[in-house]
Structures are given as C-alpha cells and as structure tokens.
C-alpha cells in the first residue's frame, strides 16, 4: 500500500508542521517514507510545496508523478488548484477555504470555489476559522491534518494523535491538548462531509 | 547500535561525516547545500568532539581551512551550493595536486531547474577536469553511508573526494539506518610526501604524471565499486544507464521491476569498463543523468558496433532542468499517466521581500532619489535584495555573482554610467565585495556602495554574517574616507533622512558607503522567541 501525498501553501504558513507530525507516526510505524521540501528563496512568500510519500513498500523517487498523487493538501484554496495535474483520478483534495493574498492578480474566490467544487473528490473547509473557534488560532494546520487523517489510509488517527503527542510535548500538555482538539475538529469536518 | 532517523540527504552526508570521525566543516551557506552544516552544528557528537563549525567567509576561504586540517591529518569536509565550487575552484583545483592526507571531502549541491540559483552547471565536471573522484548517491541511505566511505576512500588513494548531492537528494527525507559504527577522530599527522604539498612546477609536473596514473586507478575503482552495478534484464531493445538518483525515477516506473538490463552508477570516473560490457548487450542505450549530459557526452561515438546513444543530448530526455518521475517516464516511451488538466484559475505567486524588511524600505528611498538622476544603473547582488528586481521596486538592472555589484558598477562608472550604485547584502559584502571596494578605493571610482546590512546571512535562513557590528570599521580600513561612510536606518518614517543621505553621496565624486542597517525580520522574530 501506499500514499503519495501533496502539501501546498506559501511560503511562511508552514506546511512542514503537518510533514512533521505524519513523518514522525510513518517512522514509529515503521513505513517506507521519502519528503521532499522546498527551502531557499521560493521560501519567502512564493508558493511551495511538499511531496510526502508513503508506502508498506520501498519507495524510489522523491517526485510524485503527474497523476500519481492520493492526496493535494493545501493551506490556501489557489493552492491545491495550482497542483492537480498531479492528482490521481481516485485522489482527494483536502484545502482550507480562507486565501492568502499577496499578490496583485489573485482570481476572484468564486472561481477559485467552484473550480475547486467541480472536482470528484474534495473537502474544503476554513482551518483558520475552526481554529479560532477552538480558541488556538495557532492550530489551524493541524485542523487540516484532522481532515486529511479520514481518507490517508495508510496512517490511523490514533497513530496521528500520538505523532501530535510527540512533536508538541516539549511545549508541554497545554499546547499538547490544543492541537489534538484541532486535530480531532478536523477530523469530525471531514467524516461529516465525506 | 544502529539508530532509525528520517534525515534530510543534507542531514545524512553530516551524520556520515560525523560518524566518519570529522574534525571539522567548512563552509559557507547557500541553497540547496546549507543544511549539512545546521546539521554538524546543532549535533552533540560534534560539540563532544570540538569539531570545527563556524562558517566560512566565503567557500574558497572554506576550502582553503579544510586543506589545511587534511595538512595536519584530520578529516575535514567542505561544503556548499555549486557556484561555491568556483568561487572555490583554484583551491579546489590544487587540492587534487597536493592530494589529501586526512580524508577530505568536498560536498557540492547543485541545483537543477535553478530552484535558487542563477545557473544549473553539474559539478560532476569539475571532478573530471580536477581528475578527482566523484561520488553521487542515489538515496539517503547511500548518501550517509557514501559520505562515512569517501573519508576512507580519500585517505587510501590520497586524494580528495568530491560528493554531489542534488536538490531532491539535499532536501528530501527519508529514514536513514546509522551509527552501527562511529570512528574516532585522527591525531595530528603530517603528509608522508611533503613535496606534493609545494605545487612550485618542479614539484607539480611530477605529481601531475602521478595524478593522471592514479585517475585511471580510480576508474578501475569505480568499475567494482558497490555503489555501481550492472543488473541483466530480460528486454534487450535497450540498455540503461541511470547515474545518481536518476536511478530512482527510472525505478519509480517499472514497479515490478526494470525489464532492461541498467547500469548503476554513483561512483565516478565514470567505469567505461562496465559501460562496454552492457553496450554489448543491447541496441540502444538511454542515458539518465540529473543536470548536464557528461556521461552521455563521452558515450557518443565511442562504440564501434553503430550503437545509439539516447538522452538529453537528443531531447529525449529534456535539454534542461531537473529530471522528474514524467521525463524519465516519456523518455522509456512510456505513456504517461491519465491527470487533470491544469487549473485557468491559479495565478503565478512568485517569491517577495517579507512585509516590514528592511531591504523594501532600502528600495523605496532609493527609488526615490534615483528617479531623478536618468542615467542611472543599479548594480545588484545575490541575496534576498536581488528580490528588489521584481515589482513593485524594479530597483536592479543586473544580478550576476557573489559580489559583482562592487565591481560591475567600478567598470561601469568608468565608462561613463552616473550614478553607479551598488547594492549588496552585509554577508555578500565580506564573501566578495570588500576587495572590489579596495579597487574602488585605489581607482578614485566614482561609485555609491550601499550595503543593506541585515545583520544575518538571511536567504539561506539566517546564518551568522562574518562581518557584523564591524562593516564601518572594514570599510574605513580599507580606506574609504570616513565621512563617506554612512549608516541610515530603513524605516518609512526616516524616508526623508534616507534619501537626503543617498543624494548626497550621489552628489559625491568618489567613492562612498552607505550602510542600510536593521535587523532581518526572519531573525528577530526568532529572537524575540527566545
């Protein structure tokens, strides 16, 4: 089995927060893994992306093929668009409904929605929103990891949690428990809409 | 006991290096290659050890540290983006001349599509014109233990051993199996042949005969090298030759297996030998390499059976950029897969100064004192400024190298161009620019140097600069009259003051300095977290 999964944003929103978390629960796992992240001047403010790949079997290229991808997740909605010939005809897109403008010609948001609804398979819902709800503006990226966790096959929510548990405990319980509830929010968005 | 990590390529190479018994890093910051020394400063091992780390003023000072401690017998290791290696190149030319006496390994990263580069040349050139040994992994596997071998390899045939990783190798992660095995570090001791070390031509014709003799030593090396293999495949239409991680996308399509038969290499001098051996099986051959076409380059017309060679030469993989899952897959005459069609909606979000950086404020006084000189021409630099170029500043007409805008704006005010700025970054500034402003100096040149100091080395993620708190004092030193010399803070609110100081050392015949001084926004924020 495998996922092949991803991530898109801009620069400075961090999408390697959730890399992280599903990184750490594929090693305690015990999966295949191979990450590959942009850094350098795409950094600051352009858009980015990450290919996670996942597998029970040994995994060769760090690329995702066009067409290969299981998952597009993305914090910014022109974002997840920007990546779909690389999605799989079977693929979900996961996105956070609320855009980042920081350029002059960004698209008018109806189009960008609608593109985004005409697609099979797509859960789209406001991460930052949720998480201001929750009380911890901070957790929206794990909001998003909550709605991918529903059709990431691969990884069970416990597992994700306990990824969560691990690369937040040294901020200790509170910030813990604030990114579980965010996470487990997104979860219940995504099996709601599914 | 051997410890699982998911480490970046970067962090693999460090891990090795440091598992190798490492005395120290060399190096200077640059995309994708910085990680590597993050890595080696932030690990125990090499604060246990005292392994030397703190970065270099540029890479040819970097080299230059790294030869000496292979001088005294210690394992060093150089490290940076593949412009480095000709910021670089005479000391690394050398360096295959004098050969290697603790095991020295020079790390190269280059950047194929130009992710964050001006040019995407191959390193595997250099180690051919040097005659050194190349080693290219495939994965992050190979490149920890690559990295843990090139030490030992350098120290057995006595020469310098230079690893190319990619972008896709430097930073992608994977799990990475380590530390089964971790050496000790070398005690000090001298090269055995001390002539070498003297490259006066009476000593460098001799070791120069010898190095030719030792490159086909390394070639024969290369051809049973484990890092290389030859593998027999069913379907003998084509053979394949997939260097580095070239292997991987070759892999990545054929799931069940690869049905021709493929040459592995990572080791180089490329092995001819094998290369022979597989052209005698097949029709065709298919050349993947990452970067530019060298292995396919030597290939052609070599054989004598009429045998053609394929690859990027002929287009049938891309002329350019860095190979993907998709080229590699078009050029085996492979379907592609079925996918979207690109989205008509999404917009181009190219890369931009930060909101509340201090190099925007920098443009927009420039600007505004410049749009009143017509003539005028802005020499840029390399750093998160040469950003300024884009809208809406539009500040720089050119952009070339490490501290070209010293001296491009020299010969250009010689020409006739006023005013003449320069705008470079404060770590810039000390990689590359401070002898261009000596030039400056000694021609009377009448060029505005402003240096948009940030305080950090900040594109690559905000390294130390080596020249902070200190760049008056530099500049003064070599003799830039100190009332020439001064320091704005970029702010909107001091715009008025901004531009009045930029107007007058236009105004000045001569050479002066304007320091744009405030913290990168990046680095403070960290800062204040603290």
Known sequence: MKNDIILAGVGGQGILSIATVIGSAALEQGLYLKQAEVHGMSQRGGDVQSNLRLGTEPIHSDLIPKGGADLIVSLEPMEALRYLPYLSKDGWVITNTTPLVNI??????????????????????????????????????????????????????????????????????????????????????????? | MADKNLLLGDEALALGALHAGLSGVYAYPGTPSTEITEYIQL???????????????????????????????????????????????????????????????????????????QNEQDSRFYG??????????????????????????????????????????????????????????????????????????????VRNRQLIKDYQTFEADAAVSRFNFLKEGPDKSMGIIACGIAYNYLMENFPDGCPYPVLKVSQYPFPRELAVKLSGMVKTLLVLEE???????????????????????????????????????????????????????????????????????????????????????????????????????RSLHTCVEMGASVTMALGSAYSGTYPAVAVIGDSTFTHSGMTGLLDAVNGKADVTVCISDNLTTGMTGGQDSAGTGRLEAICEGLGVEPEHIRTIVPLPKNYPDMEKVIREEIEYHGVSVIISRRECIQTLKRHAKK
Request: proline share 7%; glycine share 8%; aromatic share 6%.
């Open chain 2, 128 to 205: 051919a014109f040097a005659m050194m040994p190349v080693f290219e992994p495939s994965s992050q596997q190979e490149t920890y233990e690559m990295a843990r071998e090139a030490f030992d390899y350098s120290e057995k045939r006595g020469i310098p051993v230079l690893m190319r990783l990619t972008t896709r190798m430097s930073h992608s992660r994977a799990v990475v199996e380590s530390g089964a095995d971790i050496r000790e570090q070398n005690q000090l001791h001298y090269p055995a042949n001390p002539r070498q070390w003297v490259t006066l031509p009476v000593n460098a014709r």
């Open chain 2, 291 to 393: 970067g530019q076409p060298l292995v396919e380059d030597r290939l052609k017309g070599v054989f004598p059976t009429g045998i053609t060679v394929h690859g990027r030469l002929d287009n049938s993989v891309p002329r350019d950029g860095e190979l993907t899952p998709d080229a590699v897959r078009a050029a085996l005459g492979l379907p592609a897969l079925p996918e979207y069609p690109a989205s008509q909606v999404v917009a181009p979000r190219p890369p931009a100064l930060c909101q509340g950086c201090g190099h925007r404020d920098f443009f927009t006084a420039l600007n505004n004192v410049l749009k009143d000189y017509e003539g005028a021409r802005v020499f840029g630099d390399i750093g998160c400024y040469t950003l300024g170029w884009m809208p809406p500043f």
């Open chain 1, 104 to 194: 002059p010609d960004y698209p008018q948001m109806d189009a960008v929605m609608a593109e985004l609804n005409s697609l099979p398979r797509v859960v789209a819902l406001d991460v930052d929103a949720i998480a201001k709800d929750l009380g911890s503006p901070r957790g929206a990226n794990m909001v998003l990891l909550g709605a991918m966790a529903s059709v990431l096959h691969i990884l069970d929510a416990e597992k994700l949690r306990e990824g969560i548990r691990r690369i937040f405990s040294r901020k200790g319980d509170a910030v813990v428990e604030s990114n579980i509830k965010a996470f487990d929010a997104g979860l219940a968005f995504s099996q709601n809409r599914k």
């Open chain 2, 43 to 117: 690990h125990p091992l090499a604060r246990e050890r005292n392994v030397h780390r703190d970065w270099s003023c540029n890479e040819k000072t970097a080299m230059e540290g790294a030869l000496g401690m292979s001088y005294a017998g210690k394992r060093a290791l150089v490290c940076f983006k593949h412009v480095g290696l000709n910021v670089c190149a005479d000391p690394f030319m050398g360096s295959a001349m004098t050969g290697a006496n603790g095991g020295l390994v020079i790390a190269s990263c280059d950047d194929p599509s130009m992710h964050s580069s």
